[in-house]
């Protein structure tokens, strides 16, 4: 029980005395079966073990315990790992202004549009809004990304789900999981019927049109005809097992999508607004990360596009740092030993087949080591010349600031590394990351340039349950719509403004 409530402390305890000196220890975890913890200096060899010996599929599986709580065809046959690290990530140019769009039409109604009077909004509660849209809109599109039952429902049922692993793990004993798993499934399977509703005339309209197709046209680069929905539904369709091909199943997929998107990027972009807003005010972050914003959209000329999001550096090191400082996970890329004669860690240890191995997410993210001044949240972190207020000059042309020949691809958001592990490393990354990390940066820009938000005296405090951290739920910031920001192109106009006036 004692992870319950210090499950952090026992990691970082484990940490400084077994994992610095190169062995494997065993951690105690409330959520799962007790989980060997590996080394840093072990990584490397971890994440080159092929599936047959190590799995995190079946380790995923078994956290959300399919099969009663969802389809365990949707680990045995993982196609939307590729359509999203492929296909959608090749089509973030063509999905850009939707995403914009959406990222603007949420802000309006969570945020406000009065230019006047400062509000207090919650951030968890409103960057879940903002977050499901964006990702709605991505995965299925309009009109669905905005249709208020279809967006709740996909919260719900994201929330059913891992509530309804960790029910049937915790209170069911192994022998009456196949009684009553499915019980604690209900609730998943009731919200995956409400998605099935609304999502299957859709689903048959693309299965129609594929149909009726002259030969194989397929191509993931489709402009801004792009949709992933019918890449899902193109792949389930070709797929050799013929339970894939049916509206159920891609419902069950888009929503597994859904699960996998919503709640990491709630968290994200509400522990990135904290740590901003509590940063020392004479920093002024959050004035450089607008200037960096106002100043790429003006050098692009138009609206956002995949290179001028690529060139918001500041912000890509400062969601990188917010993510290393405010780590959901403590313990990470989990895997089962699959191998029967069980397998001999780095170390000598041996562990039997079935034992799961993993990695101390968070004392590595804190290890001085890697990381100088651990605990201290440095937004430049991963800029190798930290550009000034100076170097962000708005007359400069965003595509060609001073600075940008000195950030490097290995320390950019969705790059990771053996120590850098808030998306995972190695063949079971993240496949989202491009994507996630293109809305992150979006919805910073955009939420700074049109609103000006107030500091915080400290930064509001999550709650650790085990080593999972639930960023501050009730946690409230004031913000306040910015006049003539009403669109980015109005962005562009003030900035210019300021200039001509001497302002910035
Ligand atoms: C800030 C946002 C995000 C974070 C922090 C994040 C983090 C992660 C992590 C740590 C894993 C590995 C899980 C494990 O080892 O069991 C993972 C896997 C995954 N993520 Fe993300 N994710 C984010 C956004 C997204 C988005 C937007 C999508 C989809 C559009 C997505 C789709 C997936 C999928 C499908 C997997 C499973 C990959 C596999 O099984 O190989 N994620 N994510």
Known sequence: MRDYKQGVQILNEGYAKYSKHGRAWVSPTILCQPTVMLAPSHISWFFKQPEDVLSNKVVQASLLEAPYVISDRLFENPLHNDIIRKDLTRNLESLTPGIVEEINVSLDEVWGTDTETWREVKVLETMQKLAVRTASRALVGLPLCRNEVYLKNAIHHAMGMALGGLVCRLLLPGVLKPALGHVAGLPCRYFTWRSYRLLAPQIKQHMEAIENEPSDTSNPEKGSSYSTLENIVRASLKHPDPRERSPWAITERVNLLNFAAIHTTTFTLTNLLFDLLSSPPEKQYVERIRDEAATVLQGSNGPWTRSAVARLYLADSAIRESMRCSTVGGR???????????????????VPQGTY????????????????????????????HKP????????????????????SKKQALATTSETFLSFSHGRHACPGRFFAAHVLKLALAEMLLR???????????????????????????????????????????????EIVNGNV
């Open 388 to 407: 000034s207020i100076a170097i962000l000059d708005p007359e400069k042309d965003g595509a060609d600031r001073a600075d940008e020949k000195s950030v």
């Open 357 to 384: 191995l993993g990695l101390p997410f968070i004392p590595i993210h804190r290890d001085e080591e890697f990381y100088p001044r651990p605990d201290e949240f440095d937004p430049e972190r991963f800029l190798e």
């Open 332 to 350: 990470g890329a989990i895997h089962e030993v699959m191998s029967k004669e069980g397998l001999t860690l780095p170390d000598g240890q041996f």
């Open 451 to 497: 609103y000006d938000i107030q500091h915080l005296p400290e930064r509001p405090v999550g709650k650790y349950i085990s080593d999972f951290m639930e960023p501050p739920t009730k946690a409230t910031i004031s913000v306040r719509r910015r006049k003539a920001t009403t669109s980015s192109s109005g962005l562009q106009a003030e900035k210019a403004e």
